[in-house]
């Protein structure tokens, strides 16, 4: 489940069927924009798309609804992920041939838009209101340096507004991981105390070794009973394997079943290995030893592969805020109440 992933390939279920998200899809991006550009009449923009799925596909969506309402195009621009410094600049020249065109459409993120705004201020083109810019919500998160001019006008359609409270956010997912926490250890409770009060533990004692004088005293715990009271948690590892295989093919910045199937895939093989190691040593010494290394490797890969890496994020990952400065509006780069001059945002 993914609150951010706006892709519109990931709508299709017989390639993601276990996908779901509570964002909306890129087309809605494009729906609104182009509604914008309806609503106010303009019928000559440029558009600069990001190469690879997230902008390619809102770029086609974008042409077709062009079609149907009589909008058409000065600057149709790919912008690769590794162009250069040169590349950036050519974009701007190319912007600013046509002096009547001045709405851009922008599907890019933030790291391929700030150089290109800054290169538009290298070539000179800094009149306040220059460009009207309607950008999609990865090419808003940033701010104007001393470019306030460039900005101004500019209008982004934004998925949510965050407001900067760490302090609740870390609260909130220390919350979370506690009551997922005791969630589990609950249900291992109450399965103890059902497992202890049905089949109640018995002990014997155990002379493995007619000539050594050593009596052992351990649980008289029959393989069926030591099966059943692992079948809970083997039923949950199972399920979580079964769907870490069916969400394989997801994009790796989409989920987090790398992490969930090296966790279970090393539950499974670590069980797999200490059953008949467990059977078939005679002593309860060498059976405790094995049974409490078992249950410490994989209460380490667990707590490492699912918690270490979300609290590193959250306490060591800073809020990274890309763009070029500050000033245009306080949640970044543009925002959605961005002032629009009804008479000076006419375009061609």
């Not at 964002?23 to 600069?48: C, F, K, N």
């Not at 070794?209 to 052992?216: K, Q, S």
């Not at 870490?244 to 790398?258: G, H, I, K, M, W």
Request: aromatic share 14%.
């Amino acid at each position: 489940v993914s609150p951010a992933s706006s892709s519109d390939e990931l709508s299709n279920k017989e390639l993601y069927p276990y996908f779901l998200r509570t964002a909306p899809a890129d087309t809605m991006h494009v729906r609104g924009l182009m509604q914008l550009i309806e609503r106010y009449g303009w019928t000559y923009v440029s558009v600069l798309y990001q190469d690879g799925s997230y902008g390619e596909t809102a770029a086609a969506y974008i042409r077709e609804i062009a079609r149907n309402n009589d909008i058409c195009f000065d600057a149709f621009l790919k912008v690769s992920q590794s162009a250069t410094s040169a590349g950036y600049k050519d974009i701007a020249r190319r912007l600013v041939a046509h002096r009547g065109v001045r709405v851009v459409i922008v599907f890019l993120y933030v790291q391929q838009f700030s150089p290109i705004v800054m290169a538009l201020r290298d070539t000179g083109a800094t009149q306040r209101g220059r460009f009207i810019w309607l950008c999609s919500d990865p090419a808003s998160h940033g701010n104007f340096e001393d470019m306030e001019e460039l900005g101004e006008g500019a209008i982004s359609f934004r998925v949510w507004a965050p407001a900067d409270m760490p302090d609740f956010r870390r609260w909130w997912a220390t919350r979370s991981l506690s009551e997922y926490g005791a969630y589990i250890i609950a249900n291992k409770l109450v399965a103890t105390v059902l497992t202890a009060w049905l089949l109640p533990p018995q002990a014997e004692l155990i002379q493995e070794v007619a000539t050594i004088h050593r009596v052992e005293l351990r649980c008289a715990v029959a393989l069926p009973v030591f099966i059943s009271s692992l079948s809970y948690n083997l039923f949950l590892v199972t399920a979580c394997a079964y769907y870490a295989v069916q969400t394989r093919r997801l994009p790796d910045n989409y989920n987090e079943s790398r992490y969930i199937s090296f966790c279970v895939y090393t539950t499974l093989i670590m069980w797999a290995a200490l059953l008949p190691a467990y059977y078939t040593v005679n002593s309860t010494l060498y059976k405790v030893v094995l049974l409490c290394l078992a249950i410490s490797f994989n209460a380490y890969v667990a707590l490492i592969c699912q918690f270490v890496v979300k609290i590193y994020a959250l306490y060591y990952v800073p809020n990274i805020e890309y763009g070029i400065g500050h000033g245009v509006s306080a949640g970044g780069v543009l925002s959605a109440t961005s002032r629009v001059d009804h008479h000076a945002v006419s375009a061609r």
